[in-house]
């Protein structure tokens, strides 16, 4: 059982910059998928950015060019840095990991952190 615990969420300007980070427990962290979610009320969660266990990474296009995925696997940590925010990136953002186990898809989520973007 993985444990995913978000922080860095909060209040941010337009232009400006926030990191996430999510830490991860009870689990090998090198042997999964991490990825960033985010969801608005009453709409289904969209991923953000994920970076695979190899270390490649992908983007929605709403966030290339200003948000950027990183893993620690020393640390069991993944962080999303996020610039040049818009009041349209407001949302909670989820941490989620994620692996196959034979056939079976094993997937963890944190409890998420609230990032709303405001003049």
């Known amino acids: 059982q993985v444990q995913l615990v978000e922080s860095g969420g909060g209040l941010a300007q337009p232009g400006g910059s926030l990191r996430l980070s999510c830490a991860a427990s009870g689990g090998i962290f090198s042997l999964y998928d991490m990825d960033w979610y985010r969801q608005l009320p009453g709409e289904q969660r969209e991923l953000v950015a994920k970076?695979?266990?190899?270390?490649?990474?992908n983007y929605a296009d709403s966030a290339k060019g200003r948000f950027t995925i990183s893993r620690d696997n020393a640390k069991n940590t993944v962080t999303l840095d996020m610039s040049r925010l818009k009041p349209e990136d407001s949302a909670i953002y989820y941490c989620?990991?994620?692996?196959?186990?034979?056939?079976?898809?094993?997937?963890?989520w944190g409890q998420g952190t609230q990032v709303t973007v405001a003049s």
């Open positions: 970076v695979t266990r190899g270390g490649d990474t």
């Open positions: 989620h990991a994620y692996r196959l186990a034979g056939d079976a898809e094993v997937d963890y």
